[in-house]
């Protein structure tokens, strides 16, 4: 009876890790479809103020895939684990579904303000109501957390290096400039807003 146990335990782990690469293969095709969608869709229009992306999204185009690429590759060459338990798994999974529906969700919620180059738009104006309370750029926290929960899914901590960081580097380089032309256009309002909420991680930075 105990082997037959161990057996059917066996059996449901093996079916539940293919249930998971399942679901992981399905939200790496979603987060590339929406994110190649917003490239192509959100861009800036002849009216808008130009020149101040300084080639900010050349170089997330850059960084995410290679970092994606690089992550992966090296979780079937190395083996260094994060964890031994299953959990890692889903709960990587977890942050790469929230990462990628809240990013959605606040890109539809700047609506017509929202494009991937860094623009300033005819009638533009700060936005200030929910993420946006706490974070000056929610979008990108939640991209980000997609690349964490990338990592951990692949519970590696080289990938989870690899897979975090040149997003992250990217981001940061993005934000500093899309501030200076935010700082450019509003001034002190945008310097107030700037001295009450933090870059990413509410209440931390």
Same mark, same amino acid.
């Given at each position: 009876m105990k082997n037959t146990d161990h057996f059917s335990l066996f059996t449901f782990k093996i079916s539940a890790m293919k249930t998971l690469q399942i679901i992981f293969t399905v939200s790496m095709f979603a987060w590339f479809l929406s994110e190649i969608l917003y490239k192509n869709i959100l861009k800036s229009n002849p009216k808008d103020k130009k020149g101040k992306d300084k080639s900010t999204l050349n170089l997330l185009w850059l960084a995410i895939p290679f970092s994606v690429a690089s992550s992966v590759?090296?979780?079937?060459?190395?083996?260094?684990?994060?964890?031994?338990?299953?959990?890692?798994? #889903?709960?990587?999974?977890?942050?790469? #579904?929230?990462?990628?529906?809240?990013?959605?969700?606040?890109?539809?919620?700047?609506?017509?303000?929202?494009?991937?180059?860094?623009?300033?738009?005819?009638?533009?104006?700060?936005?200030?109501?929910?993420?946006?309370?706490?974070?000056?750029?929610?979008?990108?926290?939640?991209?980000?957390?997609?690349?964490?929960?990338?990592?951990?899914?692949?519970?590696?901590?080289?990938?989870l290096v690899l897979a975090f960081v040149p997003p992250f580097i990217a981001f940061s380089y993005r934000i500093t400039v899309e501030e200076r032309a935010l700082v450019e256009q509003f001034g002190e309002e945008y310097l107030e807003y700037r001295r009450k909420t933090k870059k990413l991680i509410p209440f931390v930075y």
């Open positions: 590759t090296v979780s079937y060459l190395i083996k260094f684990p994060i964890s031994n338990e299953v959990w890692i798994y #889903y709960l990587g999974v977890i942050f790469i #579904y929230i990462g990628i529906v809240l990013r959605f969700i606040i890109i539809k919620s700047l609506g017509k303000y929202f494009t991937v180059d860094v623009t300033i738009r005819e009638n533009h104006q700060i936005k200030k109501e929910g993420f946006y309370k706490y974070l000056r750029h929610p979008s990108y926290a939640f991209s980000l957390l997609t690349s964490l929960g990338l990592g951990l899914y692949l519970n590696n901590w080289l990938s």
